[in-house]
């Protein structure tokens, strides 16, 4: 059975997050995964990468966090918070990230994961990224929670759309190799919620728990985002003429702006 790596960027494990977090992980039970979890705020892990991880780092040498990353990794002295997410996202199978949009973006700490925790010399390095990728074939799931309405987080909404607000955390999956499903969002979580409104935000939430099982169960099933491959760019790394477009991220001249 699979084994499925369950992180959380949530600062309480009580808020939905943490129960949405907690559903995920009855669910992988329940089909007989393995399951292992990082919830990065409960454990204090440090988002900010930094010389004073690592002790052989030269004084008076500004810190190059790529080169101190794969010293570390070649010398076997990475640090020991990173060593131990390095070690589950190895083990993982699948990943499903659970956390709020918060300022347009996930929680530093989801960041600051990424940062640390994405060890270049462990999990990548200049010949192992996009489509050489370390983690090619495996899947990550992004669960997330909005405070804005659908209509607000649409691609002509006033908070801006959701799927571009999450499109680089989406790339810095792909850039490791990962296969990056359709994110499911839950709108109008956050926020000030009374009477009838806050009845109607209770029963969509529990139905959001209820439904995480056949989520869960249909993991391998669910549509992925799509990615331009790496042949097609050119020599110069930018997208040849003749090949789609999947995100204005990576896009076409706009001939009517010339």
């Not at 989801?110 to 983690?135: E, I, N, P, S, Y």
């Not at 190799?177 to 009477?195: A, Q, R, S």
């Not at 003749?242 to 991220?249: A, I, L, M, N």
Request: charged share 25%; hydrophobic share 40%.
């Amino acid at each position: 059975m699979p084994t499925t790596l369950i992180v959380l960027a949530h600062p309480d494990r009580r808020s939905f997050n943490g129960a949405w977090s907690d559903a995920t992980e009855a669910a992988a039970r329940a089909q007989g995964d393995t399951v292992l979890r990082s919830d990065l705020c409960q454990i204090g892990f440090d988002a900010v990468e930094r010389a004073a991880h690592y002790a052989d780092w030269p004084d008076g040498t500004a810190f190059d966090p790529l080169k101190a990353q794969e010293g570390a990794a070649e010398a076997d002295k990475t640090p020991s918070d990173v060593a131990a997410e390095v070690d589950k996202i190895r083990q993982a199978d699948r990943i499903v990230l659970h956390f709020p949009l918060w300022w347009f973006a996930p929680p530093a700490v989801l960041k600051g994961w990424f940062d640390r925790a994405f060890q270049h010399g462990a999990l990548h390095d200049v010949d192992q990224h996009f489509d050489t990728g370390v983690f090619r074939g495996k899947r990550v799931l992004m669960c997330v929670t909005t405070g804005s309405q659908a209509e607000e987080s649409a691609f002509n909404g006033k908070e801006g759309d959701v799927r571009l607000l999450l499109w680089p955390t989406a790339y810095t999956l792909r850039y490791l190799g990962f296969d990056v499903i359709e994110p499911i969002v839950v709108h109008g979580v956050h926020g000030y919620h009374k009477g009838d409104r806050k009845a109607e935000l209770t029963t969509r939430l529990e139905e959001t728990l209820s439904a995480q099982q056949s989520v869960i169960d249909g993991f391998d099933a669910h549509p992925l985002l799509a990615f331009n491959r790496d042949d097609d760019f050119d020599d110069m790394g930018q997208l040849h003429a003749d090949r789609t477009s999947y995100t204005p991220f990576i896009r076409h001249a706009d001939k009517s702006r010339d």
